[in-house]
Structure formats: C-alpha cells, structure tokens
C-alpha cells in the first residue's frame, strides 16, 4: 500500500508562486502515472497537471505555461511549482498516483490566492 501526502499549501497573493510537493511512503514508489488535482469550492475536481513514468508530461489549458510537473531524483516526491497565481487557482490540490495494481488520493492542501 501506498501514502501520499501533500505539502506546501498556504496563502500567497495573486502573482506569486508555491510549491506543492506530494511525498509517497509505503512501498517502492514506482508509478504508472502521478498527477495533481484540485478542487475549488462548489466545484468538481479537476486534473491540473499528469506525469507518467517516462518522463511526459499534460497540463490542464488554465495553468499551461505557469504551473510545473516533477519528480526529485529518488522517485519518491512528485512537485507541483506554480507561478503567476491568480485567484482562479485557489483550491484543494490532490495528489493522485496510479501504480500497477492500486491507485491512491492524498488528503490535499489548501491553496488560497488572493490580496
């Protein structure tokens, strides 16, 4: 079984950037397909950004350009580097991991942009 957990969430005023980073623990973290979601209030969740295991990458049109799916070097920490934030973005972001046989949801963290 496998634990993600999200990170990285705050405050940050329209124009600004965060991080998100999405930590596995549980098993060997190899991936078919890691991604991050979000979920504004009233609203269906949606998919922000996919990674798959070899390296591509898909962006939802609304942050294309601004937001940046990656892995650290160990496989084991998937990030989310949003720039330009505008109050659109605000949010639950999800991490959200398909593996060979399971599929797993982070709790989320909040992000709220706004002056």
């Known amino acids: 079984q496998v634990q993600l957990v999200e990170s990285g969430g705050g405050l940050v005023q329209p124009g600004g950037s965060l991080r998100l980073s999405c930590a596995a623990s549980?098993?060997?973290?190899?991936?078919?397909?890691m991604s991050w979601y979000r979920q504004a209030s009233g609203k269906e969740r949606e998919l922000v950004a996919a990674?798959?295991?070899?390296?591509?990458?898909n962006y939802a049109d609304s942050v294309k350009g601004r937001f940046t799916i990656s892995r650290d070097n160990a496989e084991n920490t998937v990030y989310l580097q949003m720039n330009s934030l505008k109050p659109e973005d605000t949010a639950v972001y999800y991490c959200?991991?398909?593996?060979?046989?399971?599929?797993?949801w982070g709790q989320g963290t909040q992000v709220t942009v706004s002056s």
């Open positions: 959200y991991g398909v593996f060979t046989s399971s599929s797993y």
């Open positions: 549980g098993s060997i973290f190899r991936f078919n397909l």
């Open positions: 990674l798959t295991s070899l390296g591509y990458t």
